[in-house]
C-alpha cells in the first residue's frame, strides 16, 4: 500500500473512462421468401396438409386459417368424394384442408 505524507501531492490515479453506450443497430426489415422456381418447383417445397373429422370442423378450421391471415386458393367444400380447401398462408405457400 502506497502512504504518503499530507504535506505531499497524493500518488496518480488512473482515470476512470465513462463508456459511452454504442448506438443500437436498426436492421432493415428481412425480404420475403421465395418460392423455388425450375422443372419442379413442388419437389422444392414440403405442403402441410391438415385434416379434421367433419364438414362442420372443415368450415371452422378455413375461418380460423382465413382470421390468421391466410388466403383461399380453391373451394371444393361440396365434393361428395372428398371436400376439402386449398389455402395460401401470408408467404403464398399452399396448403390443404380436408375431411378425413
Do not use: K, N
Request: with cysteine; hydrophobic share 35%.
Amino acid at each position: 500500500m502506497l502512504r504518503w505524507r499530507h504535506d505531499s501531492p497524493p500518488p496518480l490515479r488512473r482515470a476512470r473512462h465513462h463508456r459511452r453506450p454504442r448506438p443500437r443497430r436498426v436492421l432493415p426489415p428481412a425480404p420475403r421468401p421465395r418460392v423455388p422456381r425450375g422443372r419442379r418447383p413442388a419437389a422444392r417445397r414440403r405442403a402441410l396438409d391438415t385434416s379434421v373429422p367433419d364438414a362442420a370442423a372443415l368450415t371452422a378450421a378455413r375461418d380460423r386459417a382465413l382470421e390468421l391471415g391466410a388466403t383461399q386458393l380453391h373451394d371444393r367444400f361440396d365434393d361428395p368424394e372428398e371436400p376439402l380447401y386449398v389455402l395460401a398462408d401470408p408467404d403464398g405457400h399452399p396448403f390443404c384442408i380436408f375431411v378425413a
